[in-house]
């Protein structure tokens, strides 16, 4: 069975900075797309930001700037480098992976909180 584990939410200051890392566990297939999605309270899901296996990144416009997404494929993990965070980036937090059979996995989510 397939796990995706996050980790690295939690509550910042505005202007600050926050790491979080999602690693996948139960299998040893390849991960094609890699990626972090958020949900707002009252709001839908969205995507932050995604990278393929080769590399090639994309950004919320909201964040394009201030978060830098990356992956090790050797550790099946990516993380989420977001900096001058924001309180509109207050959410919770999920990782998802598109393995390379097919099946798309999803985090259990991580809270991210920025208040001063």
């Known amino acids: 069975q397939v796990q995706l584990v996050e980790s690295g939410g939690g509550l910042v200051q505005p202007g600050g900075s926050l790491r979080l890392s999602c690693a996948a566990s139960g299998n040893s297939f390849s991960v094609n797309d890699m990626g972090w999605y958020r949900q707002a309270p009252g709001k839908q899901r969205e995507l932050v930001a995604r990278i393929t296996s080769g590399g090639s990144t994309n950004y919320a416009d909201s964040v394009k700037g201030r978060f830098t997404i990356s992956r090790d494929n050797a550790k099946r993990t990516v993380y989420l480098q977001m900096n001058s965070l924001k309180p509109e980036d207050t959410a919770v937090y999920y990782c998802?992976?598109?393995?390379?059979?097919?099946?798309?996995?999803w985090g259990q989510g991580t809270q991210v909180t920025v208040s001063s």
């Open positions: 998802s992976f598109l393995f390379s059979f097919g099946l798309r996995s």
